[in-house]
């Protein structure tokens, strides 16, 4: 890998699995299925990455009459997206896949454009992390047919348990969107 130096890779030996491999699983999932599985769940997992940073930066640079609401909003709704982003990854792993990881696989599978490193007014950021939340529920829907198509009806539930969350935090989103909610707290108070 000369054309990546920052990277750090340890001794071939200690490699238990390469990236991009999907081995045999103890889920009796077969393997062919299982690389389909984990090939989309990757995409989820950079998403849900992708939009975890986006919306913690824009908790971080959140300013006016609204910023305490807000920033509450935003580090719960974090949170709730770093918690499906692990239990997405170790899914990924049990099917016998390795999750993505690092800056190249997060833009492998991004499914989303990554936000510049600029700080942007608080309509706009939040609608950006709006279209992030609506590509995320398009993706997992689209992945919970694949999963139950080939026969993977557990990784279907697990995301069909999550959409719920991702759903309900893009609705708080476009409602603060919409025309002056940005100054009305009831918007906020009850996502939190």
Partial sequence: MASTPHLRSPDPVHRRQEWGTVTDNALGIERAAAEQVVEALNRDVSGL????NQVRKHKWTVEGAEFELLKAFLADAADRLS?????????????????????????????????????????????????????????????????????????????????????????????CLAGDTLVRRDVLGARR
Avoid: N, W
């Fill in 83 to 175: 918690t499906i982003t692990d239990e997405v990854a170790v899914r990924v792993h049990a099917l016998g896949g390795v999750p993505v990881c690092g800056p190249m696989g997060i833009r492998q599978y991004a499914p989303m454009d990554i936000e510049a490193a600029h700080r942007y007014d608080v309509r706009s950021s939040l609608a950006r992390d709006l279209d992030g939340y609506a590509t995320l529920v398009v993706g997992m829907r689209e992945h919970i047919e694949l999963a139950e198509r080939v026969g993977d009806t557990a990784t279907g539930e697990l995301l069909r348990r999550h959409l719920p969350t991702l759903e309900a935090d893009g609705d708080t989103l476009a409602k």
């Fill in 49 to 52: 990455y992708l939009l975890f």
